[in-house]
C-alpha cells in the first residue's frame, strides 16, 4: 500500500508518497524479476536484470504504481552490484527513472555505475553517474554527441546502500548523492521535454540491485 498525504504550501498542493518497496505487488516489470528480502539489515526490493539477448538502457525497468507525478523530489536508498554471468563492461548499474509513460517508451533517468567510483582508471571515474533518456538518447549518443555533459564523477561502492535525491523542476533535474548539499550532475535540458510519467526502478545489464526508503514528493 502507498502512504500519500497531502501538503498545502502557497495555495498549492504538494503530495507527499512514500513507497514501501518490500511490497511489489502490481509493479510493472520490464525484463527484470523482483522479490522483497533483507538486504544489509533493511527491508528491501531485489531487482535483478532478465533480459534475454541483447537489450538497450531502455529495457530493463520496475513501474511503481501510482507514483505519476511532473515536477518534484524522488529519494531512494539503492545499491548495485554486478551479478553472476554478467557480461563484460557491466558496472552494477542501478538507478531511477521519471515521467515514465505506461508502457515504458517515455521516460527520464539518473543512474549510476558503482564499480567505476573507485576504478584506478580516472576515465572510468569520471563516468560514475549517468543522465539518459528515452526515446532518442541513450548514454552512447550523449557521450558521443556531447561529452562530459550528462555524466560526472561521485564516489560509489558497488554492494553497498547508497543515498540518492532526484530534483526534479520543467526542465531541468539534479542528482544528489550521499545527501550531499550540492548535485554531483546538473541537468538543464531534460530530452523529453516536460512531460508527466511514474517513478520505476531501473537497472543495467548484469545488475543486481537493491532499493529501499523509497520517497516522492509531487505536486
Given at each position: 500500500m502507498l502512504i500519500v498525504s497531502s501538503i498545502v504550501t502557497a495555495g498549492q498542493k504538494t503530495r507527499v508518497i512514500t513507497v514501501p518497496l518490500d511490497k511489489i505487488k502490481n509493479m510493472k516489470l520490464i525484463n527484470v524479476t523482483a522479490e522483497t528480502v533483507?538486504?544489509?539489515?533493511?527491508?528491501?526490493?531485489?531487482?535483478?536484470?532478465?533480459?534475454?539477448?541483447?537489450?538497450?538502457?531502455?529495457?530493463?525497468?520496475?513501474?511503481?504504481?501510482?507514483?505519476?507525478?511532473?515536477?518534484?523530489?524522488?529519494?531512494?536508498?539503492l545499491s548495485g552490484e554486478v551479478g553472476p554471468n554478467a557480461p563484460e563492461g557491466a558496472r552494477g548499474f542501478v538507478g531511477l527513472a521519471f515521467r515514465t509513460s505506461p508502457d515504458a517508451s517515455r521516460f527520464e533517468c539518473f543512474y549510476l555505475r558503482p564499480t567505476n567510483g573507485r576504478?584506478?582508471?580516472?576515465?572510468?571515474?569520471?563516468?560514475?553517474?549517468?543522465?539518459?533518456?528515452?526515446?532518442?538518447?541513450?548514454w552512447q549518443r550523449l557521450r558521443k554527441e556531447f561529452p562530459e555533459k550528462y555524466e560526472s564523477y561521485v564516489d560509489l561502492v558497488p554492494g553497498e546502500w547508497t543515498r540518492v535525491r532526484?530534483?526534479?523542476?520543467?526542465?531541468?533535474?539534479?542528482?544528489?548523492?550521499?545527501?550531499?548539499?550540492?548535485?554531483?550532475?546538473?541537468v538543464s535540458d531534460l530530452k523529453q521535454g516536460k512531460t508527466k510519467g511514474s517513478v520505476?526502478?531501473?537497472?543495467?545489464?548484469?545488475?543486481?540491485?537493491?532499493?529501499?526508503?523509497?520517497?516522492?514528493?509531487?505536486?
Amino acid at each position: 500500500m502507498l502512504i500519500v498525504s497531502s501538503i498545502v504550501t502557497a495555495g498549492q498542493k504538494t503530495r507527499v508518497i512514500t513507497v514501501p518497496l518490500d511490497k511489489i505487488k502490481n509493479m510493472k516489470l520490464i525484463n527484470v524479476t523482483a522479490e522483497t528480502v533483507i538486504f544489509k539489515g533493511r527491508k528491501a526490493v531485489r531487482v535483478i536484470d532478465a533480459a534475454a539477448g541483447s537489450v538497450g538502457d531502455e529495457g530493463r525497468l520496475a513501474i511503481l504504481p501510482d507514483t505519476e507525478f511532473e515536477d518534484g523530489v524522488i529519494e531512494v536508498d539503492l545499491s548495485g552490484e554486478v551479478g553472476p554471468n554478467a557480461p563484460e563492461g557491466a558496472r552494477g548499474f542501478v538507478g531511477l527513472a521519471f515521467r515514465t509513460s505506461p508502457d515504458a517508451s517515455r521516460f527520464e533517468c539518473f543512474y549510476l555505475r558503482p564499480t567505476n567510483g573507485r576504478a584506478q582508471d580516472q576515465v572510468r571515474r569520471n563516468h560514475s553517474a549517468q543522465y539518459i533518456s528515452f526515446p532518442g538518447f541513450p548514454w552512447q549518443r550523449l557521450r558521443k554527441e556531447f561529452p562530459e555533459k550528462y555524466e560526472s564523477y561521485v564516489d560509489l561502492v558497488p554492494g553497498e546502500w547508497t543515498r540518492v535525491r532526484i530534483e526534479i523542476s520543467g526542465v531541468t533535474a539534479r542528482l544528489f548523492v550521499h545527501g550531499s548539499s550540492q548535485p554531483a550532475l546538473i541537468v538543464s535540458d531534460l530530452k523529453q521535454g516536460k512531460t508527466k510519467g511514474s517513478v520505476a526502478l531501473w537497472v543495467g545489464p548484469g545488475t543486481v540491485a537493491h532499493f529501499s526508503n523509497l520517497h516522492i514528493t509531487g505536486k
